[in-house]
């Protein structure tokens, strides 16, 4: 059974197209899809910021989380900070920033989903100085669990 919906407010900025508002794809889909406000050209080693043309503003006590899609990924397309965070004080536009791996070009259309969002708990945490012990079969650091 899932919770009680949350509302995140979205505001479609002036100057950007009408776009659709962040929807899921499917019942079951985990993201929100997130569409993009422009036409843009995506080249190899370059980074895009597209542009959603949307504001959003998350429930206190949390914060949404921009994803990648993975359909986009098998073209070679990606998400360069994935996952990239929206803070709950945040209230610009939220870009999304892309970039293509293959030789050539990749174009991104008014309205194709570019990225997907999903609403996370805030968790609130305390710091405090002290010693770690290390557990030995995780030391290693990056790929400390095998192959």
Known sequence: MRPEPRTVVVERLP?????????RATEGSAGFDLPSAESVVLTRGQVTLVRTGLRMRC???TFLEVRPRSGLSAKGVLMVNAP???????SGEVRVPLTFLFEGSYRVEV???IAQIRLVED????VAEGDVVPVASRAGGFGSTGR
């Open 84 to 90: 990239g965070t929206i803070d709950s004080d945040y």
């Open 123 to 126: 968790h609130p945490i305390t």
């Open 111 to 113: 309205g194709d989903r």
């Open 59 to 61: 429930p206190p006590g």
């Open 15 to 23: 100057d950007a197209p009408p776009i659709t508002l962040p929807a």
